[in-house]
Each structure stands twice: as C-alpha cells, then as structure tokens.
C-alpha cells in the first residue's frame, strides 16, 4: 500500500512535466531572453521566492552564479527577500526580478514585489502555480508569467524546479554557445 502510494507521487510528477512541456517551452523561452537581455545590457538579477519558492530562488540564484551543467563566468545573480525595501535598494533599471511563488500564499507580498521592481524600472519574471495565475493583472507588457498549471503544491515545486533548470541551461546556450 505505502509502495504504491510513493510510486503515485513519481507517476503524477512525471505525468505533469509531460502535459506542460509543450505549453511551458514558450513562456521559459520569453523569460530567458529577459533574463539574456538585462545580462547582455549590464544589469543583474535579483531572485527571490515566496514561502517555499524561496529554496528554488537561492537554488537558481547558485546556478547562475557558479554554472548548472559546464564551466563558465559568473553570471549577476543574487538571491534576495522578496520585500519592497530590498529591491528598492538593490533594483537598478535593466535588471530583472525573477520571483518564484509556487503556491501565491502571500498574494499582497508578491504583488509589492512586483510593483517595487516596475517601480524601478526592471523586467520581471514570474514562476507560479494556478493559484498565482492572478498576478497577471500585476505585469507590464515586457513582463513574463510562466504558470505551472497545478493546485498541489509538491507538484507546483518540482516543475519549478525542472522550469528553472531548463532556463539556466537555455541561458547558459544563449550566451556560450551550443556545446554539442
């Protein structure tokens, strides 16, 4: 019985990754030549997450800086607290706020987040789950909403995962080269 549970959680995971690939690849596709372009201009990126989207921003934020799968410069990405304050400070025009809330469980906070980096003029990069779907209203026209369309929680963290792995890597393409 508990056998067949723990395979569940393996089929459902894979069964999402499966049905959102597709729908997935073009809005990681936006986010990455955001993220590309505020690099290539000469602004960072500041990560941060909501509850526990903010291990998958610290995750990402390590990937960027020290590389995912080959050597390569250090990029300018700091993980950071997703509070109006701290990007206030630290936000300059041209970078990018990438912000990760799997599950919108503090829907205002993110919203500030979101305003304090428009309000300094940085593109901003959104990693929800269905239930952060409504920050959309909260996004300029040059903004990006990947939505990883599921209500579990679990499920939401591992495609977020799998989203910023893909676009670490399409980054790492994008400014190095194709290895293969």
């Not at 250090?74 to 599950?103: F, M, N």
Request: contains cysteine; charged residues 20%; proline residues 4%.
């Amino acid at each position: 019985m508990l056998e067949q549970r723990i395979q569940q959680q393996f089929f459902e995971g894979a069964d999402l990754q499966y049905q959102t690939a597709e729908g997935l690849a073009r809005p990681i596709t936006e986010a990455v030549n955001a993220v590309v372009s505020a690099l290539t201009a000469g602004g960072k990126l500041l990560l941060c997450g909501a509850g526990s989207g903010a291990w998958l921003a610290r995750h990402a934020a390590t990937l960027l800086v020290g590389g995912l799968e080959r050597e390569r410069p250090p990029l300018a990405a700091l993980a950071i607290a997703p509070e109006p304050r701290t990007i206030q400070a630290l936000g300059l025009p041209g970078d990018l706020l990438l912000l990760v809330d799997p599950s919108a469980g503090d829907l205002d906070a993110s919203i500030a987040a979101v305003r304090a980096a428009q309000g300094k003029d940085m593109t901003v990069v959104l990693l929800v789950g269905t239930s952060g779907a409504g920050l959309r209203e909260t996004l300029a026209e040059t903004d990006v909403l990947i939505t990883v369309p599921h209500e579990r929680a679990s499920r939401v963290l591992e495609a977020q995962l799998l989203v910023l792995h893909a676009l670490v890597d399409a980054v790492d393409v994008q400014l190095m080269g194709d290895q293969e």
